[in-house]
T-cell receptor, first 111, second 115 residues
């Protein structure tokens, strides 16, 4: 069945360093891979997404890479800042009108 | 302002007492969905709807019902709530074109406690 695995579940990073979160998915038919950020007590919000015909996408300090052969994609945050502290969710659209989320990564930026 | 509105935001109820969580969006989105969020389990889909009068089960539909009589509204119904339905619930919507869900816009969440 459709499945998205996300690692690590928690991540602590010194302010200014980079953070990387990885996800793997089960179905090679997946074609859309978004990342959502959820700050404490808030709703999830889309921060970046990538489609299957692209290998990498950047938006200022965040980037997402996709390896369709290996069926994994990663979120990269550079020059981390305190406001990057949040829970991050990856997701995959398996083309069946459903968006399946990973279990989340709690990122803590240490000042 | 474009938004997804859920009510109530917080609710404490007792086992077996029927309740409805309302969800409304003003963005003319075709796709609407309900998720529940539990620690360590992420966001799990309960039900979704691609259009009016079209609904389908997600990954954890047991104990829930939905309806989509109007495009803007997608209520979540718990006919006989049980303690294992204590959770944080999110409604979300998107344009959902060409079979791809696309960017989901989430409501603020409804924290439900069933005693």
């Amino acid at each position: 069945g459709e499945n998205v695995e996300q690692h690590p579940s928690t991540l602590s990073v010194q302010e200014g360093d980079s953070a990387v979160i990885k996800c793997t998915y089960s179905d090679s038919a997946s074609n859309y891979f978004p990342w959502y950020k959820q700050e404490l007590g808030k709703r999830p919000q889309l921060i970046i997404d990538i489609r299957s015909n692209v290998g990498e996408k950047k938006d200022q300090r965040i980037a997402v890479t996709l390896n369709k052969t290996a069926k994994h994609f990663s979120l990269h945050i550079t020059e981390t800042q305190p406001e990057d502290s949040a829970v991050y969710f990856c997701a995959a659209d398996f083309g069946n009108e459903k968006l399946t989320f990973g279990t989340g990564t709690r990122l803590t930026i240490i000042p | 302002e474009a938004q997804v509105t859920q009510n109530p935001r917080y609710l404490i109820t007792v086992t077996g007492k029927k309740l409805t969580v309302t969800c409304s969006q003003n963005m003319n989105h075709e796709y609407m969905s309900w998720y529940r969020q539990d620690p360590g389990l992420g966001l799990r889909q309960i039900y979704y709807s691609m259009n009016v009068e079209v609904t389908d089960k997600g990954d954890v539909p047991e104990g829930y019902k939905v309806s989509r009589k109007e495009k803007r509204n997608f209520p979540l119904i718990l006919e006989s709530p049980s303690p294992n339905q204590t959770s944080l619930y999110f409604c979300a919507s998107s344009f959902g074109t060409s079979g791809v869900v696309g960017e989901l816009f989430f409501g603020e969440g409804s924290r439900l406690t069933v005693l």
